[in-house]
């Protein structure tokens, strides 16, 4: 099951754009690793769903994970072949906007070696271009 | 345990994103001395390359040469860019030789949890200690520790002339028993996906009957 919210205060929202670098949660914080963003992108949460089980899986289970962005965002869309006007499309799906250097996943407990192999899976089912990010000393 | 270094670094006169931005350019980075008592803050710009060599060398303890004026300082904090590459800005904290001053010290878990997951739930730890005995880490083993165990601030084990200045119940490390769900969830995604197979199969010929089909219509 795709992630979405609960409830939202308003059906749907404006596109907006996705402009300059993550100020915020670009950071490893709870794991030892983490997959960054290197694009800016609306990450679905589809995409979310789907990078979790590629982890899941690389690492039979035996990892923490934590997933550091959430599909806060509705995106509609009118369906094929209708005519301009008539009011916005319906809610498609949620997505997450992320803009370059956010933090998408993190792993610990595990060695590097398998958090790699688990982040390169995780990769191929992501929308942009990611990599992978070790903790860095903040003193 | 980290020797000094000495650490040459200039005044900035200007301050500023526009400025910082220029001297990030030139190879240096903005940095900062906190004030402490009367003695003022200091805003000064050190060289990249020598202070990037200093940390490699797992140095904690600096004489930093503003122009002529020695200072003696540890590092505070340490702001990176969006993508954690490049040191955005380093601030610095007076200290005096041979008199305890407080810093934060990473933990280094050491060997695998049997019996369970380990979960580390604080990465640093704060420790008092003269700054020359500031370690580059303090060592945390995990291997004797079972599922339902955990690991409070007051039982690591510090090395000489290092004291906790934190809260000695603090939580750092715990051990979770194994999940038995795990293994389930996996089976029935197994057997759902089994069964999803056949049903699949015949939209799988259509897709590529379709695909013959589309293939003939550009040729």
Redesign the interface.
Same mark, same amino acid.
């Given at each position: 099951m795709a992630m979405m919210p609960k409830r939202s205060k308003y059906r749907k929202a404006h596109r907006g754009r996705v402009k300059g670098?993550? &100020?915020r949660g670009?950071?490893v914080e709870f794991g030892?690793y983490g997959l960054?963003a290197?694009d800016p992108a609306w990450i679905t949460g589809r995409h979310i769903e789907a990078g979790r089980v590629a982890a899941n899986r690389a690492t039979d289970? &035996?990892a923490?994970i934590w997933i550091r962005i959430f599909p806060h965002k509705p995106i509609s869309s009118k369906p094929a072949e209708v005519r301009m006007g008539k009011g916005k499309g319906d809610v498609e799906f949620w997505a997450a906007e992320v803009? #370059?250097?956010t933090i998408l996943f993190e792993l610990?407990?595990v060695d590097e070696d398998t958090a790699k192999k688990a982040f390169k899976r995780v990769a191929h089912k992501m929308p942009i271009k990611v990599k992978m990010?070790h903790?860095? #000393? &903040?003193? | 345990m980290s020797s000094s270094e000495i650490l040459k670094a200039a005044k900035r006169e200007r301050v500023g994103s526009r400025f910082a931005r220029r001297l990030r350019k030139a190879g240096r980075i903005p940095a900062s001395i906190q004030a402490e008592g009367e003695t003022p803050h200091l805003d000064i710009s050190v060289g990249e390359r020598e202070f990037l060599a200093s940390?490699r060398h797992h140095v904690h303890l600096y004489d930093i040469d503003v122009e002529g004026a020695m200072e003696t300082a540890i590092?505070?904090?340490?702001q990176?860019?969006?993508?954690?590459d490049r040191l955005n800005h380093i601030e610095f904290k007076r200290v005096q030789r041979g008199v305890a001053t407080e810093?934060?010290v990473?933990l280094d878990v050491v060997g695998a949890a049997s019996g369970g997951?380990?979960?580390?739930l604080v990465?640093?730890v704060q420790i008092s200690c003269i700054p020359s005995l500031i370690p580059n880490s303090i060592e945390v083993k995990v291997g004797e520790l079972t599922a339902g165990d955990s690991l409070l601030a007051n039982e690591l084990e510090l090395p000489e002339g290092l004291s906790l200045a934190m809260d000695g119940e603090t939580v750092l490390i715990t051990i979770s028993a194994h999940k038995e769900e795990?293994?389930e969830p996996?089976e029935g995604e197994d057997a759902l996906e089994s069964d999803g197979a056949a049903p699949e199969a015949p939209d799988a010929s259509d897709s590529a009957a379709e695909g013959d089909s589309s293939g003939g219509g550009e040729g």
């Open positions: 670098y993550a &100020t670009n950071r030892e960054q290197l289970g &035996t923490k803009k #370059p250097g610990g407990g990010v903790r860095v #000393p &903040t003193s | 940390r590092v505070r904090e340490l990176w860019d969006a993508f954690g810093a934060s990473v997951d380990l979960n580390v990465n640093e795990v293994a996996a």
